[in-house]
């Protein structure tokens, strides 16, 4: 029974991201719907333009939550992440308190009378006012919840995973001075990485991991036919089974999901009803980004789209 | 279904994929709200929450398709499966039931209830009886191929074996034409159960094979290393300087600005009535680590001179400083070498520039005090890796001396055992006395141990 409940909840989440028009596949839809239900963050890597960051949007889009991103990068630290002292704030209203000091001691016979009043107030300056708080503690404060996008964690240095541990597995963070500030509701996190760098055991550890690599022949399909409704399903059907040989060869970056979108969106720009020589090799920059690439798919343009075609008559 | 997922823990770690205590709960919880039923979305759920890298995900995948391609063992029927002694032939089993009236209709009374599975030629149902015997004889636990005979024999008697033997002898008697027949069944029987036994050795027993293998190389003396052995020897190898690099490597880049300095701040500006122009910041400090390393690559320690070379690269890898000298007869600085190439290419191309000579310590420290003493300072730790046999050279001692003066540490980690020092043209003793450590370093764990203490001071 419970089985029941939960499989339809899969679908759930399938059908709720492809509403924001994000086609997930159905391990994709599994980590999500895990990670909401064991409160887990969810680890996603792959190659650059499967969809990793689009993930994290979605999800903000379809559960109608704010979206917290926090872009990585070398040197990173908690005053940008986390929180940082408004020291400016605190510096001026010292100098505009400086008169209103003496009416707090005024009353103070002693020296020590004095000092005890003034400790009473030196921790006004360390309080809640004076915090400024970056994407982490914001994310921890949203009421409502939302989603925290991490990404491209694998270009912060390895510190930076350590300051992350208290969030990931607690959803809370310790400030020296104010104590320890525990989120209201738990935000859905996703962490994205490229593999620059192996990330940490403790952090993997935190988190569900999940590889999207490039889709399968038919879910691309559908991803395209999702974000490019104009496109005839002959066209759609050729260009994705093209772009599938194309990643069989050994390039410096091979074209995924997003040069996918952008090329099927030439093409119909093009109003081209199917593909052609000519036509591929005129848009074949959309897809390949380096000029030696491009070299080294141009000769076999012709026999990669006579391919695409035959499959599709199986497909 | 627990115990199931438990024994899939184990067969998990069987392939090298990590599975911690906090792992396994977040699997179980994983589990519990996904389901059992719908088996693609289960072995989602296990490699989301199991697998943590690409290459775990397909072991693990690998790994759950060989799991549960095997029948799971059933929890209605233990008992006729198991106890094959009580007399269960008069309340028959449905299964067998339906089943012998279709198998060419032959009287079946006073049988096991084995004998009756195998007659009905039920095969779902002896898969299951084979999964829950199994079960009961604890296969997971098996760990060497030796044990497969004796696992085998405790399966089959949990199913009822000598109850089947029984009604075998007096089959024979009665109706030769079935006990044939059953006597076929039975041989095939022992095959599967062969054959399970195979699938749970493969699924089980990886992780303490390797485990094994690993602990025999890693206590084998690496200079009596066999031809075949070496490969493993050098992934071993590989592993621990992975595992060293994971340990000790830092960041390359720091920030060397920290917190504001308070008081160095407001004593800064006083003059300013402590309104703060100039800050002033807190720096981190840190000990730039500096090791140089001194290789023996003649030939009498040729066969460790691989693995000496190999974890030297490792070490550029996880301290910067690090400064390595080859020498056989005459010394050169192969940094660069190790810094830009491969592993292997390093080696080759060391070992074609100074390799298998007969070794002069001598000279080769000459060659280090003309050259490189000017690399030494008070904070560098100097390795020595070799045998100090110097062909009864001069081994000019008193450069060791020297260079022992000049830095904080010196090394020296020699392959042969301390009976041998001494003996023969061997100087250990002489050159031990400058030395801060001398170590026998002769299998890899000594080897991992040495290097792991001489990095570990620098953190």
């Known amino acids: ?315 | 279904m627990r115990e199931n997922l438990h024994r899939f823990f184990r067969a998990a770690r069987g392939v090298g994929v990590h599975v911690s205590p906090a792992e396994s709960i977040d699997a179980m919880r994983a589990v519990a709200k996904v389901g059992i039923s719908d088996r693609a979305v289960l072995r989602d759920a296990l490699l989301l929450t199991l697998a943590k890298s690409q290459d775990e995900k397909l072991a693990l995948g690998d790994c759950f398709d060989l799991f549960f391609s095997q029948p799971e063992p059933r929890q209605d029927q233990p008992e006729a499966a198991s106890d094959g002694d009580a007399g269960k032939g008069e309340d028959q089993p449905p299964s067998s039931g339906s089943a012998s009236e279709a198998g060419e209709g032959q009287p079946a009374e006073g049988l096991g209830p084995l004998a009756q599975m195998l007659l009905s030629q039920d095969r779902n149902a002896v898969a299951a009886a084979i999964a829950s015997a199994s079960g009961a004889a604890s296969l997971s636990d098996i760990r060497y191929s030796t044990q497969r005979g004796i696992f085998s024999s405790r399966i089959l008697d949990a199913m009822g074996l000598q109850r089947l033997r029984d009604d075998l002898d007096q089959l024979t008697a009665a109706n030769p034409a079935l006990a044939e027949r059953l006597r076929a069944a039975l041989d095939a029987l022992r095959e599967a159960v062969r054959e399970t036994v195979s699938q749970g050795l493969a699924l089980y027993a990886r992780e303490e094979a390797e485990n094994l293998r690993n602990e025999i190389l890693r206590n084998a003396p690496l200079a009596r290393i066999e031809r075949r052995q070496v490969a493993e020897m050098r992934a071993l190898i590989r592993q621990i300087a992975r595992r060293l690099r994971e340990r000790y490597s830092k960041p390359r880049k720091r920030q060397r600005r920290g917190h504001l300095d308070v008081r160095r701040t407001l004593r800064r500006n006083a003059a300013w009535g402590g309104v703060p122009f100039l800050t002033a910041w807190k720096r981190k400090h840190r000990d730039r680590p500096k090791i140089v390393a001194l290789c023996d690559v003649s030939g009498s320690v040729a066969q460790v001179s691989d693995f000496f070379l190999l974890l030297i690269h490792s070490l550029h890898e996880v301290v910067d400083g690090v400064r390595s000298f080859a020498f056989s007869s005459h010394l050169i600085e192969v940094s660069d070498i190790l810094e830009a190439k491969s592993p292997e290419e390093a080696m080759a191309e060391i070992m074609s520039k100074v390799g298998f000579g007969s070794s002069d310590y001598g000279s080769s420290l000459g060659d280090f005090e003309k050259d490189f003493m000017g690399a030494l300072t008070p904070q560098t730790t100097v390795i020595v890796l070799g045998d100090a046999r110097s062909n009864n050279l001069d081994p000019r001692a008193d450069i060791l001396r020297r260079i022992s003066e000049r830095s904080k540490r010196l090394v020296w980690l020699n392959p042969e055992g301390r009976l041998a020092w001494g003996f023969g043209d061997s100087e250990m003793p002489r050159y031990g006395t400058f030395c801060t450590v001398v170590r026998q370093c002769a299998t890899a764990q000594q080897l991992e141990r040495a290097v792991s203490d001489i990095v570990a001071t620098y953190q």
């Open chain 1, 1 to 315: 029974m419970a089985d029941q409940k939960a499989s339809t909840s899969i679908e759930a989440v399938e059908s709720g991201l492809a509403a924001q028009g994000y086609i997930a596949s159905r391990q994709i839809a599994t980590a999500v719907y895990l990670s909401q239900q064991i409160e887990k963050p969810i680890l996603v890597e792959g190659p650059a333009g499967v969809g990793k960051t689009e993930l994290a949007k979605a999800i903000a889009a379809w559960r109608g939550m704010k979206m917290i991103r926090l872009q990585c990068y070398e040197g990173l630290d908690e005053a940008k992440a986390l929180y940082e002292w408004k020291y400016a704030k605190q510096l001026l209203y010292t100098q505009i308190l400086k008169d209103k000091l003496g009416e707090v001691l005024g009353g103070a016979q002693t020296l020590h009378a004095a000092l005890d009043q003034l400790h009473d107030f030196g921790d006004v300056f360390f309080s809640k006012e004076f915090v400024e708080p970056r994407p982490l503690l914001q994310a921890l404060e949203q009421p409502g919840g939302c989603v925290l996008l991490i990404d491209e964690i694998d270009k912060s240095d390895a510190e930076f995973e350590s300051l992350l541990l208290e969030i990931l597995s607690d959803f809370q963070v310790t400030i020296p001075e104010l104590g320890t500030v525990s989120a209201i509701t738990p935000p859905t996190v996703i962490l994205t990485s490229n593999s620059e760098r192996d990330l940490g055991d403790a952090l993997k550890r935190r988190c569900l991991h999940l590889h999207i690599g490039f889709p399968e022949q038919r879910l691309e399909e559908r991803i395209v036919e999702s974000r490019v409704p104009g496109i005839s399903q002959t066209l759609r059907r050729q260009m994705v089974g093209f772009i599938h040989e194309i990643r069989s060869l050994d390039l410096k970056k091979l074209p995924s999901v997003s040069e996918s979108i952008d090329w099927a969106r030439v093409l119909v720009l093009l109003q081209a009803t199917e593909l052609d020589t000519e036509i591929v090799k005129d848009t074949l920059n959309v897809l390949l980004k380096y000029e030696a690439d491009i070299e080294a798919a141009a000769p076999q343009v012709t026999t990669f789209i006579a391919k695409a075609a035959r499959s599709n008559v199986f497909g």
